[in-house]
Protein backbone atom coordinates (compact mmCIF):
# COMPACT_ATOMS: atom_id res chain seq x y z
CA UNK A 1 0.00 0.00 0.00
CA UNK A 2 1.22 3.89 -0.81
CA UNK A 3 0.97 5.97 1.71
CA UNK A 4 -1.38 8.62 1.16
CA UNK A 5 -1.64 12.31 0.86
CA UNK A 6 -3.79 14.71 2.78
CA UNK A 7 -7.29 14.74 0.63
CA UNK A 8 -6.30 12.20 -1.37
CA UNK A 9 -8.35 9.21 -1.14
CA UNK A 10 -7.57 5.81 -2.82
CA UNK A 11 -9.04 5.13 -5.59
CA UNK A 12 -10.04 1.61 -5.27
CA UNK A 13 -11.81 2.54 -1.94
CA UNK A 14 -13.71 4.83 -3.51
CA UNK A 15 -14.76 2.52 -5.90
CA UNK A 16 -15.41 0.27 -3.20
CA UNK A 17 -17.22 2.67 -1.66
CA UNK A 18 -19.34 4.03 -4.55
CA UNK A 19 -20.41 0.59 -5.09
CA UNK A 20 -21.81 -0.13 -1.77
CA UNK A 21 -23.83 3.48 -1.35
CA UNK A 22 -25.30 2.75 -4.84
CA UNK A 23 -26.25 -1.15 -3.60
CA UNK A 24 -27.65 0.21 -0.65
CA UNK A 25 -29.45 2.93 -2.20
CA UNK A 26 -30.94 0.31 -4.83
CA UNK A 27 -31.97 -2.35 -2.16
CA UNK A 28 -34.63 0.65 -1.22
CA UNK A 29 -35.79 1.04 -4.23
CA UNK A 30 -35.31 1.40 -8.12
CA UNK A 31 -33.37 4.29 -8.89
CA UNK A 32 -32.16 6.45 -11.50
CA UNK A 33 -28.76 7.01 -12.43
CA UNK A 34 -29.19 10.69 -12.03
CA UNK A 35 -30.30 10.25 -8.45
CA UNK A 36 -27.49 7.89 -7.48
CA UNK A 37 -24.98 10.15 -9.26
CA UNK A 38 -26.52 12.78 -6.83
CA UNK A 39 -25.92 10.60 -4.09
CA UNK A 40 -22.64 9.94 -4.75
CA UNK A 41 -21.43 13.65 -5.16
CA UNK A 42 -22.94 14.07 -1.95
CA UNK A 43 -21.08 11.50 -0.06
CA UNK A 44 -17.99 13.42 -1.62
CA UNK A 45 -17.31 10.24 -4.48
CA UNK A 46 -15.90 12.14 -7.71
CA UNK A 47 -17.34 12.30 -10.59
CA UNK A 48 -14.73 10.13 -12.70
CA UNK A 49 -15.39 7.39 -10.04
CA UNK A 50 -19.38 7.92 -9.68
CA UNK A 51 -19.39 7.27 -13.85
CA UNK A 52 -17.34 3.99 -13.55
CA UNK A 53 -19.44 2.64 -11.20
CA UNK A 54 -22.57 3.45 -12.34
CA UNK A 55 -21.64 2.80 -15.98
CA UNK A 56 -20.85 -0.56 -14.76
CA UNK A 57 -24.15 -1.04 -13.02
CA UNK A 58 -25.92 -0.01 -16.03
CA UNK A 59 -24.37 -2.75 -18.18
CA UNK A 60 -25.27 -5.50 -15.30
CA UNK A 61 -28.81 -4.14 -15.27
CA UNK A 62 -28.81 -2.90 -12.11
CA UNK A 63 -29.45 0.88 -13.29
CA UNK A 64 -31.83 0.80 -16.62
CA UNK A 65 -33.91 4.52 -16.81
CA UNK A 66 -36.00 3.01 -19.68
CA UNK A 67 -37.12 0.20 -17.28
CA UNK A 68 -37.56 2.72 -14.04
CA UNK A 69 -39.66 5.29 -16.87
CA UNK A 70 -41.75 2.84 -17.72
CA UNK A 71 -42.87 1.40 -14.24
CA UNK A 72 -43.01 4.91 -12.81
CA UNK A 73 -45.70 5.85 -15.51
CA UNK A 74 -47.71 2.59 -15.40
CA UNK A 75 -47.56 2.99 -11.34
CA UNK A 76 -48.33 6.45 -10.89
CA UNK A 77 -51.06 6.25 -14.05
CA UNK A 78 -52.46 3.60 -12.05
CA UNK A 79 -52.47 4.03 -8.30
CA UNK A 80 -53.07 8.00 -8.38
CA UNK A 81 -54.77 8.45 -12.09
CA UNK A 82 -51.65 11.27 -13.64
CA UNK A 83 -51.87 12.02 -16.92
CA UNK A 84 -48.55 11.71 -19.22
CA UNK A 85 -48.00 15.85 -18.91
CA UNK A 86 -47.85 15.42 -15.21
CA UNK A 87 -45.69 12.03 -15.32
CA UNK A 88 -43.45 13.65 -17.63
CA UNK A 89 -42.37 16.45 -15.09
CA UNK A 90 -42.03 14.04 -13.02
CA UNK A 91 -40.11 11.78 -14.38
CA UNK A 92 -37.55 15.24 -15.24
CA UNK A 93 -36.94 15.94 -11.70
CA UNK A 94 -35.68 12.99 -11.52
CA UNK A 95 -32.95 13.25 -14.38
CA UNK A 96 -34.71 10.64 -16.82
CA UNK A 97 -33.57 11.84 -20.16
CA UNK A 98 -36.00 13.33 -22.60
CA UNK A 99 -35.96 10.23 -25.24
CA UNK A 100 -37.01 8.05 -22.74
CA UNK A 101 -39.62 10.31 -21.11
CA UNK A 102 -40.98 10.22 -24.15
CA UNK A 103 -41.12 6.78 -24.86
CA UNK A 104 -42.39 5.53 -21.46
CA UNK A 105 -45.17 8.45 -21.60
CA UNK A 106 -45.98 7.51 -25.14
CA UNK A 107 -47.19 3.88 -23.77
CA UNK A 108 -50.21 5.52 -22.37
CA UNK A 109 -53.21 5.38 -24.50
CA UNK A 110 -55.71 8.31 -25.15
CA UNK A 111 -58.06 5.86 -24.25
CA UNK A 112 -56.45 4.55 -21.08
CA UNK A 113 -55.96 8.07 -19.93
CA UNK A 114 -59.72 9.06 -20.75
CA UNK A 115 -61.02 5.85 -19.03
CA UNK A 116 -58.77 6.50 -15.79
CA UNK A 117 -60.21 10.07 -16.09
CA UNK A 118 -63.63 9.17 -15.95
CA UNK A 119 -63.00 6.75 -13.43
CA UNK A 120 -61.68 9.10 -10.97
CA UNK A 121 -64.91 11.49 -12.14
CA UNK A 122 -66.88 8.55 -11.00
CA UNK A 123 -65.89 7.57 -7.72
CA UNK A 124 -65.47 11.44 -6.75
CA UNK A 125 -69.57 12.44 -7.57
CA UNK A 126 -70.70 9.60 -5.83
CA UNK A 127 -69.52 11.49 -2.06
CA UNK A 128 -70.95 14.69 -4.01
CA UNK A 129 -74.44 13.66 -4.43
CA UNK A 130 -75.79 16.85 -2.07
CA UNK A 131 -73.87 19.73 -3.77
CA UNK A 132 -75.45 21.86 -6.21
CA UNK A 133 -74.09 20.80 -9.91
CA UNK A 134 -71.89 23.49 -10.30
CA UNK A 135 -70.00 22.89 -7.13
CA UNK A 136 -69.38 19.76 -7.95
CA UNK A 137 -68.37 20.49 -11.80
CA UNK A 138 -65.64 23.23 -10.96
CA UNK A 139 -64.84 20.44 -8.55
CA UNK A 140 -64.23 17.98 -10.73
CA UNK A 141 -62.52 19.90 -13.33
CA UNK A 142 -60.20 20.91 -10.70
CA UNK A 143 -59.16 17.46 -9.70
CA UNK A 144 -58.67 16.35 -13.49
CA UNK A 145 -56.43 19.51 -14.00
CA UNK A 146 -54.51 18.57 -10.94
CA UNK A 147 -53.46 15.33 -12.01
CA UNK A 148 -52.64 16.92 -15.17
CA UNK A 149 -55.37 15.88 -17.71
CA UNK A 150 -56.05 18.90 -20.76
CA UNK A 151 -59.25 21.19 -19.92
CA UNK A 152 -61.13 19.74 -23.00
CA UNK A 153 -61.11 15.83 -21.38
CA UNK A 154 -61.61 17.09 -17.90
CA UNK A 155 -64.57 19.00 -19.26
CA UNK A 156 -65.76 16.81 -21.66
CA UNK A 157 -65.38 13.76 -18.77
CA UNK A 158 -67.30 16.00 -16.50
CA UNK A 159 -69.39 17.28 -18.37
CA UNK A 160 -70.93 13.32 -19.12
CA UNK A 161 -70.50 12.39 -15.76
CA UNK A 162 -73.08 14.85 -14.83
CA UNK A 163 -75.28 14.39 -17.64
CA UNK A 164 -75.74 11.45 -16.52
CA UNK A 165 -76.31 11.67 -12.72
CA UNK A 166 -77.88 14.80 -12.59
CA UNK A 167 -81.77 16.20 -13.17
CA UNK A 168 -83.33 17.98 -15.97
CA UNK A 169 -83.14 20.99 -13.86
CA UNK A 170 -79.78 20.99 -12.89
CA UNK A 171 -78.47 20.25 -16.80
CA UNK A 172 -78.58 23.72 -16.99
CA UNK A 173 -75.52 24.04 -14.81
CA UNK A 174 -73.12 22.12 -17.28
CA UNK A 175 -74.09 23.17 -20.76
CA UNK A 176 -71.64 25.67 -20.40
CA UNK A 177 -69.45 23.05 -20.32
CA UNK A 178 -69.94 21.75 -24.06
CA UNK A 179 -68.20 25.20 -24.78
CA UNK A 180 -64.52 24.37 -23.95
Given amino acids: MRPERAGEVDPDSAASAARDICL???T???RTRAELAEKLGQRGI???CAG???DRFGEVGLIDDGAFA???VSSR????GLAGGVLAAE???RGIAPDVISAAVGQLQPETELATARQLVGRRLAAMRALPAEVRCRRLIGMLGRKGYPVSVAAGVVRDALAASV???DLAAIEGLSDR
Fill in 77 to 80: HIGR
Fill in 24 to 26: RLL
Fill in 70 to 72: AAW
Fill in 46 to 48: TDE
Fill in 91 to 93: LRS
Fill in 167 to 169: GER
Fill in 28 to 30: ARP
Fill in 52 to 54: AVL
